[in-house]
Protein backbone atom coordinates (compact mmCIF):
# COMPACT_ATOMS: atom_id res chain seq x y z
CA UNK A 1 0.00 0.00 0.00
CA UNK A 2 1.10 3.46 -0.29
CA UNK A 3 1.35 4.12 3.41
CA UNK A 4 0.26 2.70 6.94
CA UNK A 5 -3.46 2.32 7.39
CA UNK A 6 -5.22 1.63 10.57
CA UNK A 7 -8.73 -0.20 11.42
CA UNK A 8 -10.88 0.61 12.73
CA UNK A 9 -10.66 4.57 12.08
CA UNK A 10 -12.98 4.67 15.41
CA UNK A 11 -14.23 2.83 17.93
CA UNK A 12 -16.90 3.09 20.90
CA UNK A 13 -16.73 0.77 22.86
CA UNK A 14 -18.23 -0.14 26.70
CA UNK A 15 -16.08 -0.76 29.67
CA UNK A 16 -14.82 -3.80 30.31
CA UNK A 17 -15.09 -4.60 26.92
CA UNK A 18 -11.91 -6.23 24.62
CA UNK A 19 -10.90 -4.10 21.94
CA UNK A 20 -8.62 -5.08 19.04
CA UNK A 21 -6.89 -2.34 17.08
CA UNK A 22 -4.95 -3.29 13.53
CA UNK A 23 -2.22 -1.68 11.63
CA UNK A 24 -0.94 -2.54 8.33
CA UNK A 25 2.47 -0.89 7.55
CA UNK A 26 4.36 0.09 4.66
CA UNK A 27 5.12 -3.46 2.68
CA UNK A 28 8.81 -3.94 3.16
CA UNK A 29 9.20 -1.82 6.58
CA UNK A 30 11.00 -3.80 9.16
CA UNK A 31 10.31 -1.95 12.24
CA UNK A 32 6.63 -1.05 13.39
CA UNK A 33 5.30 0.96 16.39
CA UNK A 34 2.35 1.33 18.45
CA UNK A 35 1.96 5.02 20.57
CA UNK A 36 -0.79 6.48 22.58
CA UNK A 37 -1.87 9.96 22.33
CA UNK A 38 -4.36 11.68 24.43
CA UNK A 39 -6.01 14.99 23.58
CA UNK A 40 -3.83 17.55 23.09
CA UNK A 41 -0.96 15.56 24.33
CA UNK A 42 2.13 14.18 22.93
CA UNK A 43 2.89 10.57 21.78
CA UNK A 44 3.07 8.43 24.93
CA UNK A 45 5.08 4.93 23.13
CA UNK A 46 3.41 1.70 24.09
CA UNK A 47 5.62 -0.91 21.66
CA UNK A 48 7.91 -1.24 18.94
CA UNK A 49 8.98 -4.57 16.92
CA UNK A 50 12.01 -4.79 15.01
CA UNK A 51 12.30 -8.10 12.46
CA UNK A 52 12.66 -11.13 14.64
CA UNK A 53 13.35 -9.60 17.54
CA UNK A 54 11.82 -9.83 21.04
CA UNK A 55 9.53 -6.87 20.75
CA UNK A 56 10.18 -3.82 23.07
CA UNK A 57 7.06 -3.89 25.45
CA UNK A 58 8.42 -1.64 28.16
CA UNK A 59 5.79 1.16 27.46
CA UNK A 60 2.92 -0.43 27.64
CA UNK A 61 0.83 0.90 30.77
CA UNK A 62 -0.45 -2.45 31.94
CA UNK A 63 -1.26 -6.22 31.57
CA UNK A 64 -4.33 -5.55 29.99
CA UNK A 65 -2.42 -4.30 26.62
CA UNK A 66 -0.86 -6.69 23.88
CA UNK A 67 0.28 -6.63 20.64
CA UNK A 68 1.46 -9.21 18.09
CA UNK A 69 3.26 -8.81 14.52
CA UNK A 70 2.38 -12.05 12.76
CA UNK A 71 4.65 -12.64 9.77
CA UNK A 72 6.93 -9.21 10.46
CA UNK A 73 3.36 -7.41 8.71
CA UNK A 74 0.63 -6.62 9.96
CA UNK A 75 0.26 -5.73 13.73
CA UNK A 76 -2.79 -5.85 16.60
CA UNK A 77 -2.96 -4.13 19.65
CA UNK A 78 -5.43 -5.69 22.09
CA UNK A 79 -7.01 -3.91 25.22
CA UNK A 80 -8.12 -6.15 27.20
CA UNK A 81 -10.96 -5.28 30.17
CA UNK A 82 -10.92 -1.51 28.52
CA UNK A 83 -11.33 1.25 31.22
CA UNK A 84 -12.28 4.50 30.59
CA UNK A 85 -8.58 6.25 30.99
CA UNK A 86 -7.63 4.24 27.50
CA UNK A 87 -9.50 6.58 25.44
CA UNK A 88 -7.36 7.74 23.30
CA UNK A 89 -5.92 8.06 19.53
CA UNK A 90 -3.78 4.88 19.11
CA UNK A 91 -1.18 5.51 16.21
CA UNK A 92 0.86 3.25 14.49
CA UNK A 93 4.32 3.99 12.41
CA UNK A 94 6.14 1.70 10.41
CA UNK A 95 10.38 2.52 9.00
CA UNK A 96 11.86 0.52 6.79
CA UNK A 97 15.46 -0.20 7.87
CA UNK A 98 18.21 0.02 11.17
CA UNK A 99 20.06 2.78 10.30
CA UNK A 100 20.10 6.75 12.25
CA UNK A 101 17.78 9.10 11.10
CA UNK A 102 15.40 6.48 9.26
CA UNK A 103 11.78 8.05 9.31
CA UNK A 104 8.56 6.75 10.57
CA UNK A 105 5.81 6.54 8.70
CA UNK A 106 2.14 7.35 10.82
CA UNK A 107 -1.09 6.19 9.79
CA UNK A 108 -3.98 8.06 10.96
CA UNK A 109 -4.72 6.53 14.06
CA UNK A 110 -7.47 4.81 15.84
CA UNK A 111 -9.97 6.75 18.09
CA UNK A 112 -11.16 4.90 21.25
CA UNK A 113 -13.58 5.85 23.22
CA UNK A 114 -14.40 4.02 26.28
CA UNK A 115 -17.98 4.54 27.67
CA UNK B 1 10.45 10.91 33.09
CA UNK B 2 9.69 12.79 30.15
CA UNK B 3 13.21 12.46 28.34
CA UNK B 4 12.72 15.29 25.71
CA UNK B 5 11.13 18.28 27.07
CA UNK B 6 9.11 20.87 24.88
CA UNK B 7 9.12 24.39 25.16
CA UNK B 8 6.50 26.27 25.33
CA UNK B 9 3.92 24.21 25.43
CA UNK B 10 1.89 26.36 24.13
CA UNK B 11 2.35 29.64 22.11
CA UNK B 12 0.13 32.15 19.52
CA UNK B 13 1.83 34.69 17.83
CA UNK B 14 0.29 36.81 15.01
CA UNK B 15 1.08 36.37 11.19
CA UNK B 16 4.35 37.27 10.07
CA UNK B 17 6.28 37.20 13.44
CA UNK B 18 9.07 34.94 13.82
CA UNK B 19 9.32 32.35 16.94
CA UNK B 20 11.15 29.55 18.27
CA UNK B 21 10.32 26.37 19.61
CA UNK B 22 12.82 24.15 21.96
CA UNK B 23 12.90 20.54 22.19
CA UNK B 24 15.80 19.54 25.58
CA UNK B 25 17.54 16.35 27.10
CA UNK B 26 19.76 15.21 28.79
CA UNK B 27 20.31 11.95 26.95
CA UNK B 28 22.36 11.97 23.73
CA UNK B 29 20.67 11.12 20.50
CA UNK B 30 21.49 9.02 17.52
CA UNK B 31 18.80 11.26 15.55
CA UNK B 32 16.09 13.30 16.15
CA UNK B 33 13.12 14.44 14.10
CA UNK B 34 10.93 17.02 13.82
CA UNK B 35 6.83 16.46 13.07
CA UNK B 36 3.86 18.55 12.93
CA UNK B 37 0.51 16.90 13.68
CA UNK B 38 -2.91 18.28 12.64
CA UNK B 39 -6.28 17.68 14.39
CA UNK B 40 -7.57 14.15 13.31
CA UNK B 41 -4.07 13.24 11.33
CA UNK B 42 -1.01 11.22 12.56
CA UNK B 43 2.31 13.15 12.69
CA UNK B 44 3.88 14.12 9.27
CA UNK B 45 7.71 14.08 9.32
CA UNK B 46 9.25 17.10 8.48
CA UNK B 47 12.93 16.97 9.39
CA UNK B 48 15.75 14.31 10.42
CA UNK B 49 19.15 16.13 11.96
CA UNK B 50 21.42 13.24 12.80
CA UNK B 51 25.13 15.49 13.03
CA UNK B 52 25.65 17.10 16.14
CA UNK B 53 25.68 21.15 14.83
CA UNK B 54 23.64 20.34 11.77
CA UNK B 55 21.49 22.96 10.38
CA UNK B 56 19.01 22.23 7.95
CA UNK B 57 16.31 24.64 6.12
CA UNK B 58 12.76 24.17 5.15
CA UNK B 59 11.54 27.04 3.72
CA UNK B 60 10.72 29.53 6.29
CA UNK B 61 11.38 26.59 8.84
CA UNK B 62 14.97 26.63 9.87
CA UNK B 63 16.34 23.36 12.43
CA UNK B 64 18.99 22.83 14.72
CA UNK B 65 20.70 19.90 16.04
CA UNK B 66 22.67 20.87 19.16
CA UNK B 67 26.73 20.27 19.12
CA UNK B 68 26.31 17.56 21.74
CA UNK B 69 22.88 15.84 20.10
CA UNK B 70 21.27 16.42 23.41
CA UNK B 71 18.77 19.43 22.11
CA UNK B 72 17.49 21.09 19.10
CA UNK B 73 15.27 23.97 18.12
CA UNK B 74 12.41 24.91 15.52
CA UNK B 75 12.86 28.18 14.17
CA UNK B 76 9.78 29.22 12.03
CA UNK B 77 10.11 33.36 10.07
CA UNK B 78 7.08 34.89 9.16
CA UNK B 79 4.77 32.85 10.72
CA UNK B 80 2.16 31.84 8.26
CA UNK B 81 -1.33 30.94 9.72
CA UNK B 82 -0.79 27.37 7.74
CA UNK B 83 1.88 26.53 10.19
CA UNK B 84 -0.51 26.46 13.02
CA UNK B 85 -0.26 22.79 14.55
CA UNK B 86 1.25 20.66 16.84
CA UNK B 87 5.16 20.54 16.80
CA UNK B 88 6.61 17.44 18.27
CA UNK B 89 10.12 16.59 18.37
CA UNK B 90 11.47 12.67 18.33
CA UNK B 91 14.69 11.21 19.03
CA UNK B 92 16.19 7.61 18.42
CA UNK B 93 18.62 6.76 20.89
CA UNK B 94 20.48 4.59 19.01
CA UNK B 95 19.45 2.98 15.76
CA UNK B 96 17.68 -0.06 17.13
CA UNK B 97 16.12 1.46 20.32
CA UNK B 98 12.34 3.21 20.42
CA UNK B 99 11.85 6.62 19.19
CA UNK B 100 10.78 9.07 21.85
CA UNK B 101 9.08 11.48 21.68
CA UNK B 102 8.30 14.98 23.20
CA UNK B 103 4.26 16.17 24.27
CA UNK B 104 4.66 19.22 21.17
CA UNK B 105 4.17 22.75 21.38
CA UNK B 106 0.95 23.46 19.94
CA UNK B 107 1.59 26.78 17.73
CA UNK B 108 -1.51 29.02 17.20
CA UNK B 109 -0.50 31.49 14.17
CA UNK B 110 -3.25 34.64 14.79
CA UNK B 111 -4.32 35.88 11.19
Do not use: M
Amino acid sequence: GAGVSQSPSNKVTEKGKDVELRCDPISGHTALYWYRQSLGQGLEFLIYFQGNSAPDKSGLPSDRFSAERTGGSVSTLTIQRTQQEDSAVYLCASRQQRAAGETQYFGPGTRLLVL
Amino acid sequence: TQLLEQSPQFLSIQEGENLTVYCNSSSVFSSLQWYRQEPGEGPVLLVTVVTGGEVKKLKRLTFQFGDARKDSSLHITAAQPGDTGLYLCAGGLNRDDKIIFGKGTRLHILP
